[in-house]
């Protein structure tokens, strides 16, 4: 048995005995807006969406050992998370045609793998827009209402934890690759306070459906996403592209300096900022102390260019999946995420208590 199976198994079996012992969820459900990295399976559902992880070999560690919309191996962040929360074990996505009362009760995910704050990014990608996704959020509360009442409906969304993951897309999918944004923005500091005003906007719009307690991701060190070493040509030893770390530490100190003035405005508002920057680096800084072994590459594949559609049946596989930080090019693997997963509920517990 491979150590892959046997992680996912341990975790398993970890979970299920957490959730089973009756713990106290920390919030009455998650409610998770965004991007792929928490995408629970949306873009199964829209004809347009062109990035799709409903195949084979995503999933390939999930308990179903099957594909279901998730861009990694097995579980993503949005699982882990509620997991750790003592929510639920799996976020289904609130696009799936079944979702039972209790799933609604209990929160669902409304993000879509491709999206960006920047409605342009969505163009390109066919994802449905970070701006867009409150739709989801409004039909959802409708049927809330309808299952526990106006009043409780309420209580759930105020406490309800909020997860909001997106950015990436806006400049790997969009601004380093579309000429014509560049005459825009002709600067990326620019760019990087169109992207926010348009976050913050987001978060105001939550914020007047109910949404109180929210966590805002930042970027990652994009200049060290596989797809973004191999879009450098000469980049044959794949050396993480320093200028586009740079773009992202700076965007991220700017969405440190915005949320708590964000805040601030909005009362009742309890605002976490998500650091996935420093992390992501301490594991490809120090893959050792993680039990990885690859981090400039993807599991799938060749690892340099496949994710989505390029990442399927006829690609080749890595035998360690754990060992690997990314499992396709853009992608963590089931490992990274639950690495983040338990910084970040460190965290988050912290904040709750302050």
């Given at each position: 048995?491979?150590?892959?199976?046997?992680?996912?198994?341990?975790?398993?079996?970890?979970?299920?005995?957490?959730?089973?012992?009756?713990?106290?969820?920390?919030?009455?459900?998650?409610?998770?807006?965004?991007?792929?990295?928490?995408?629970?399976?949306?873009?199964?559902?829209?004809?347009?969406?062109?990035?799709?992880?409903?195949?084979?070999?995503?999933?390939?560690?999930?308990?179903?050992?099957?594909?279901?919309?998730?861009?990694?191996n097995g579980k993503i962040f949005s699982d882990i998370i509620a997991t750790k929360l003592n929510i639920k074990q799996f976020v289904p996505p609130f696009l799936q045609p079944n979702l039972t009362d209790q799933d609604i009760v209990t929160g669902v995910c409304f993000a879509s793998a491709g999206a960006g704050y920047d409605d342009q990014t969505s163009l390109i990608t066919q994802a449905i827009p970070v701006s867009e996704q409150p739709n989801m959020f409004k039909s959802y509360i409708a049927r809330l209402k309808s299952i526990v009442g106006d009043k409780k409906a309420m209580k759930i969304i105020n406490n309800a934890f909020v997860v909001v993951s997106a950015g990436p897309n806006d400049f790997i999918l969009n601004y380093?690759?579309?000429?014509?944004?560049?005459?825009?923005?002709?600067?990326?500091?620019?760019?990087?306070?169109?992207?926010?005003?348009?976050?913050?906007?987001?978060?105001?719009?939550?914020?007047?459906?109910?949404?109180?307690?929210?966590?805002?991701?930042?970027?990652?060190?994009?200049?060290?996403?596989?797809?973004?070493?191999?879009?450098?040509?000469?980049?044959?030893?794949?050396?993480?592209?320093?200028?586009?770390?740079?773009?992202?530490?700076?965007?991220?100190?700017?969405?440190?300096?915005?949320?708590?003035?964000?805040?601030?405005?909005?009362?009742?508002?309890?605002?976490?900022?998500?650091?996935?920057?420093?992390?992501?680096?301490?594991?490809?800084?120090?893959?050792?102390?993680?039990?990885?072994?690859?981090?400039?590459?993807?599991?799938?594949?060749?690892?340099?260019?496949?994710?989505?559609?390029?990442?399927?049946?006829?690609?080749?596989?890595?035998?360690?999946?754990?060992?690997?930080?990314?499992?396709?090019?853009?992608?963590?693997?089931?490992?990274?995420?639950?690495?983040?997963?338990?910084?970040?509920?460190?965290?988050?517990?912290?904040?709750?208590?302050?």
């Open positions: 048995m491979s150590t892959a199976h046997i992680i996912t198994i341990t975790l398993f079996i970890t979970t299920t005995l957490l959730l089973s012992s009756n713990a106290k969820p920390l919030f009455p459900a998650i409610l998770i807006f965004g991007d792929s990295t928490v995408d629970t399976g949306n873009n199964n559902y829209p004809s347009q969406t062109i990035f799709r992880a409903k195949h084979v070999p995503y999933g390939i560690d999930f308990p179903s050992h099957s594909p279901n919309g998730r861009f990694s380093y690759d579309v000429p014509s944004w560049r005459r825009v923005y002709p600067s990326i500091s620019d760019y990087q306070d169109f992207v926010l005003n348009r976050l913050n906007n987001f978060v105001r719009e939550v914020y007047s459906l109910g949404g109180r307690k929210i966590l805002v991701g930042g970027l990652p060190p994009m200049g060290c996403l596989p797809i973004q070493m191999t879009a450098q040509f000469r980049n044959v030893l794949r050396f993480c592209l320093e200028q586009e770390n740079r773009d992202s530490v700076l965007y991220n100190q700017k969405l440190q300096k915005l949320l708590p003035q964000i805040e601030a405005s909005l009362t009742g508002s309890k605002i976490l900022y998500s650091n996935v920057y420093e992390p992501m680096m301490d594991m490809i800084q120090n893959p050792s102390k993680y039990g990885f072994k690859e981090t400039t590459r993807g599991c799938c594949g060749t690892g340099f260019m496949e994710t989505s559609f390029m990442c399927n049946a006829y690609s080749s596989m890595c035998q360690n999946r754990s060992e690997f930080l990314f499992f396709d090019s853009i992608h963590p693997s089931e490992a990274a995420y639950s690495y983040i997963g338990n910084v970040l509920d460190t965290k988050i517990r912290g904040w709750l208590k302050g």
